[in-house]
């Protein structure tokens, strides 16, 4: 299995970003993927999910700004990030989840699988 994620950079304060995770090695319309982030010093959180069918999860803290879709032709998740702020500067991972819809809270136990991450630096 192999989960490429990409599209991480340094943007300002409100812009934006639009990350992929571009999946192999696997049935990827049979798993929902899940975004996470970790920054320095803190724990891995879940930031939103996608299930096969396209049901969603947000987080609270980027309800409203970031977008996940997927692309089941091409294999890939993304992940539009809108109005970004400092506190967003994080390493994103995706992930493949143990079951095919979308929990009441995305959490790291949620995943089976791990990508390695790409880096989001927001700051002026």
């Known amino acids: 299995w192999q989960l490429q994620a990409s599209g991480g950079g340094l943007v300002q304060p409100g812009g934006s970003l639009r990350l992929s995770c571009a999946a192999s090695g696997f049935t990827f319309d049979d798993y929902a993927i899940g975004w996470f982030r970790q920054a320095p010093g803190k724990e891995r959180e879940g930031v939103s999910c996608?299930?096969?069918?396209?049901?969603?999860y947000y987080a609270d803290f980027v309800k409203g700004r970031f977008t996940i879709s997927r692309d089941n032709a091409k294999n890939t998740v993304y992940l539009q990030m809108n109005s970004l702020k400092p506190e967003d500067t994080a390493i994103y991972y995706c992930a493949t989840l143990w079951t095919n819809f979308v929990p009441l809270h995305l959490a790291p136990e949620d995943a089976n699988y791990w990508g390695q991450g790409t880096q989001v630096t927001v700051s002026s």
């Open positions: 996608i299930s096969s069918s396209g049901g969603t």
